[in-house]
């Protein structure tokens, strides 16, 4: 039995969460489109709602990677370490598009959930792998408290999104 044996629950979990929130995600998405044209709403969608959905689907990725039937813990470090440099790779641009989008001011909270602490949480995943050879069980714990800071923080942006454009967006009475 692996280390990685004990943590199959888990991942059930929150791999499950994921993919249905991405559904959702799009969901939502596609209720949004037959509003009437924004301008400058693809830069200000590849700065708050694509990344929604890389986050959940990173979570679905690490579900799947410390599910998988390894034999130890090397290679799905070697995998959640890819998946934490891409991601904080990601997550620069990420800032760099909310910054110089048009459609919307950030404000502290947005850089913290979309910015800060997605960036965190791929930082821990790079880390994690980094120090899986000596301590495994503690590396898990630390993929495990990424995924679910990206879920959590996905989770959040797109309640965040949809109250927005519910409430702040929506078109006045009469106006279509």
């Known amino acids: 039995m ?5 943590w199959e629950t888990f991942y059930e979990i929150v791999g499950c969460s994921a993919g249905a929130l991405i559904g ?6 596609t209720l949004l489109a037959s509003r009437p044209a924004v301008q400058d709403r693809e830069l200000a969608g590849a700065a708050f709602a694509t990344p929604t959905v890389v ?3 990173a979570v679905l990725l690490l579900a799947g990677i410390v599910s998988a039937p390894w034999q130890g813990v090397a290679v799905a470090a070697v995998l959640w370490g890819l998946t934490g440099l891409v991601g904080i790779l990601y997550g620069v641009v990420v800032a760099q598009r909310m910054g110089k989008q048009p459609a919307y001011k950030p404000v502290f909270e947005d850089w913290q959930f979309y910015a800060v602490l997605p960036l965190a949480a791929y930082i821990t995943l790079l880390a994690s792998a980094a120090g899986s050879r000596s301590n495994a069980g503690a590396a898990l714990f630390g993929v495990g408290g990424a995924a679910l800071t ?3 923080t996905g989770i959040h942006n ?4 949809a109250t927005y454009h519910v409430f702040v967006k929506a078109p006045s009475p009469g106006e279509d």
């Open 2 to 6: 692996t280390t990685l044996a004990g």
């Open 24 to 29: 959702l995600q799009f969901v939502s998405i």
């Open 55 to 57: 986050h959940f689907g």
């Open 150 to 152: 990206l879920l959590f």
């Open 158 to 161: 797109a309640w965040d999104a």
